[in-house]
């Protein structure tokens, strides 16, 4: 891989961005590698290392995943050698994430989440330009202090707006009402908005929460049943 100025750590996590098709498993299934996403990349990027920390659809996270992710992540930006990190990531579950590392992992090294709607093995696929992106992003200069952002389709959107709009369109991270913070024009990366942040102190996953979205004709009694199974906090996705 070419040297630049910057070093850039790849973490890779599976997702269709690693996903080929496979006959017997009769759909995509998790089989590229970090080594073999990173030699797919042209030359005269950044400096990159890549690592290989799980390779799973994100649907299949737990909380212990994301803690997992969170611990890794918060120890590559501390090494001062570092100067942004990328993490590869299955889309369904990628705003969570991306969410989570925003709010706990201080510092101002670029976090970059990106992945990939079409398989390797799909016309199409767009996973390496996305790869691409995100690694400008994670180097650049002027990405740092953005926080953890996410970088399809080439926009940076912040972890704190952005989410999932489509089950396939390679459009289809979105930050409604706020739009992209930057984008990625060639090796150009530009930053037309920085939304504040808030970082908290790092205590674990709670995971006794329930979470009840309020739709009309819902009873009491899905807010009874979660406390009586001991939940020690509901997360009430009220009306407008
Ligand atoms: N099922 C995949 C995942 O979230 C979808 C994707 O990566 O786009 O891992």
Redesign the pocket.
Known sequence: MAVGASRVIVLTT????A?RYDAAAGGAIPTLGADELAAALPAGLPEMQVEELIN????HFTLETLQVIRERVAALVAESGVDGVVLT??????EETAYLLDLTVPGEKPIVLT???RAASDVGYEGLANLQAAVRVAAAPRAQGLGTVVVLNDEIHAARYVTKTHTLNPATFQSPGWGPVGRVEGDAVIVVRRPERQVLPWRGLEPKVGLLKLAVGLEADSLEDALARGVRGVVLEALG
């Open positions: 599976g997702g269709t961005i996903m799973l659809p994100s649907s990531h299955g889309t369904d579950t990628l992945g990939a709607m």
